[in-house]
T-cell receptor, first 111, second 114 residues
């Protein structure tokens, strides 16, 4: 099974609303990363949070990490139509240099 | 260009043919990764290069799949005797050598096996 699992699988919101998506994982990690993918394009790195960090911000993005629950959340505030994309979490285990991706959350922001 | 470049962007071929997919990473990035993404799914890890060597090739689905990297730069992923289940988008990413760095992705090669 995949290391990272996103929830929900799909999310539809109005422009200006906040979007929250969650990621759960199974084993100990070194860091957790969030990526965005627009249709037909590659992934774009959004934010990285290390295992000893609990919260991180970047612009309108806020990421939390709870290692006791093996979960992370990504919050996009004041969403825009341009935020429409799929969002993936990816975990890096303590050993090795391989990211393991979840199945993604498809976000639709309606204007 | 400044980003990861993949070619071709689209490839349609008949079942049983061999295909070669190319990835040109960001200059200076010594780590290179190949992933496979099926329609509407997440990414499946295939292989990881550090320089020209592949410390982790655990994700290659079968011996029909192989990859090489020369000069610490360009990489090719080869699929021999393609099957319909090989149809997917093949994504390449590169990163700095340091452990756990963010990965920079190309736009992928969409492979369709008829």
């Amino acid at each position: 099974s995949q290391q990272g699992e996103e929830d929900p699988q799909a999310l539809s919101i109005q422009e200006g609303e906040n979007a929250t998506m969650n990621c759960s994982y199974k084993t100990s990690i070194n860091n957790l990363q969030w990526y965005r993918q627009n249709s037909g394009r590659g992934l774009v790195h959004l934010i990285l949070i290390r295992s000893n960090e609990r919260e991180k911000h970047s612009g309108r993005l806020r990421v939390t990490l709870d290692t006791s629950k093996k979960s992370s959340s990504l919050l996009i505030t004041a969403s825009r139509a341009a935020d429409t994309a799929s969002y993936f979490c990816a975990t890096l285990k303590a050993a090795g240099n391989k990211l393991t991706f979840g199945g993604g959350t498809r976000v639709l922001v309606k204007p | 260009g400044a980003g990861v470049s993949q070619s071709p962007s689209n490839k349609v071929t008949e079942k049983g043919k061999d295909v070669e997919l190319r990835c040109d990473p960001i200059s200076g990035h010594t780590a290179l990764y190949w992933y496979r993404q099926s329609l509407g799914q997440g990414l499946e890890f295939l292989i990881y290069f550090q320089g020209n060597s592949a410390p982790d090739k655990s994700g290659l689905p079968s011996d029909r799949f192989s990859a090489e990297r020369t000069g610490g730069s360009v990489s090719t992923l080869t699929i021999q005797r393609t099957q319909q289940e090989d149809s997917a988008v093949y994504l390449c990413a590169s990163s700095l050598a340091d452990y756990g760095q963010p990965q920079h992705f190309g736009d992928g090669t969409r492979l369709s096996i008829l």
